[in-house]
């Protein structure tokens, strides 16, 4: 993932990080990855918003005495459920491909959007891969959280808005001011529509000779920080918080392995 903040330098830094790393990423975190993914797949309820399932195609072919197909699975089925997947890094490995992976089963269409190119090109090669068309999941490059320019031309057609769930896997920390993040994904979702974040709980600085260390605007946030940004952006409504303990890094003869403690928070736009 690449971040996308305000700030002119921070989205250089990001952008120049994420472009370099998009070809190696997946295969360096699969392992947390894996973990991730997982925490929000066991958590579907939690996030609360009217996902599709596999069920729903098999319940499809089900047949009531008279030979009619059972109404409610159909209508499931042609049910649009759409992910817009903020700073979407390449779709599978971190950051927030944790999404797109995780969700993909649940939604009929995934939209990333990321300012690296090179990450937007490794997620629409890896949809591209599994069979999927251009509708059903595909990224661009852009930026949503440029202060003065809230509808970027690039991202202003109605592929962009009406979202049934805009999310954010561990990218807020790259983020130069995520309250106006939080607002502009708001201002994307449908009303009804889930503001899902999953990031890291407050912890100390990240050591400087970290290769990402340059590219982290904030050690983690508080329960009562995420709150806050939430209502501010118009999703605060049902707003839940739940935390989870990961292994980042892997113990080697120089570092000890890194655990992070992560959140993910859900709310409703009003």
Partial sequence: MAS?????????QNREFFNNEAASYDAKHEKTLSQLVEEIRSRLDFIGADLVNDDDDDDSDDEDGDGAVNKDAE??????VRLLDYACGTGVGLPLVIVSRALAPYTTQCVGVDLSENMVAAYNARAENQGLTADEMHAYQGNLCVPDDPSPPALAGPTFFDFDIAAVGLGFHHFDNPALVARRLVERLRPGGVLLILDFMAHGKLD??????????HHGFSEDHIRQLYEQAGAGTDFKLEQAGIAFNRATESRPEMRRQIFIARGVKA
Wanted: charged share 15%; aromatic share 0%.
């Fill in 75 to 80: 209508a499931a089925r042609e049910r649009a």
């Fill in 208 to 217: 400087s000779t970290h290769a990402a260390s340059h590219t982290v605007m």
């Fill in 4 to 12: 996308a903040s305000p700030s002119a330098s921070a989205s250089d």
